[in-house]
């Protein structure tokens, strides 16, 4: 893997984790009610909650492409409508507010965060969507475990910052007031991956 591809799905990720959603509003919900350590502890479960799933779908999809090559190009076409998709979704759909649940039980914040994730069946789709277009043939387990890493390290590090800016900066208010051209920047960007993805099946 080049790191030109790299930081492509360095993008993708990171595009992902900053979607707003029950995720953010957990971690913002921690963060707040608790203090900055429980809304990183909430990050950190998170990310491992999103590797299960990532090595879930890399496992997956390698059997398929070492097996079914024909089916492993329909799912990379399929991943490409998805972000397509999801990508005018994000720009069409109009804000959805953040809200945090006063009555969420005091319990470990770290599961908080392990659960939102395991708990959502959608990052499976997700994750098979763009790995479907990273993933190779000749890939070791190496590059396997970078795939992985890639996302649940971004996804830990982009909550926690989420945290330290929610108990540091009053990121809260600002994120709600932007929100709306924030999802229509994401979904623009996500549209224009696509398309770039969908471009480099055709030429293969």
Not at 37 to 45: D, E, F
Not at 111 to 133: E, Q, V, Y
Not at 139 to 154: G, M
Request: aromatic share 14%.
């Amino acid at each position: 893997m080049t790191l030109f591809i790299w930081s492509q799905l360095v993008l993708v990720c990171l595009l992902g984790a900053m979607s707003p959603g029950p995720s953010l509003a957990v971690v913002i919900r921690n963060s707040i009610i608790y203090n900055r350590i429980a809304g990183i502890s909430t990050a950190i479960g998170h990310g491992l909650g999103m590797s299960l799933y990532a090595s879930i779908a890399i496992i997956g999809l390698g059997i398929i492409l070492k097996s079914f090559l024909n089916l492993f190009i329909f799912i990379q076409i399929l991943g490409s409508i998805f972000l397509f998709s999801l990508g005018i979704l994000f720009f069409l759909k109009s804000s959805v507010k953040i809200k945090t649940n006063q009555k969420t039980f005091n319990t470990n914040t770290f599961l908080h965060g392990f659960l939102i994730a395991i708990l959502n069946p959608k990052i499976l789709i997700w994750f098979t969507a763009i790995f479907s277009h990273f993933i190779r043939i000749e890939a070791d387990y190496f590059e396997k475990t970078i795939l992985i890493s890639t996302a649940a390290i971004i996804d830990a590090l982009w909550y926690s910052l989420v945290a330290i800016l929610v108990t540091g900066y009053n990121f809260k208010k600002f994120f709600e007031k932007k929100e709306l051209l924030i999802q229509r920047l994401m979904g623009a960007l996500l549209i224009i991956i696509s398309i770039i993805l969908f471009y480099k099946i055709i030429i293969s």
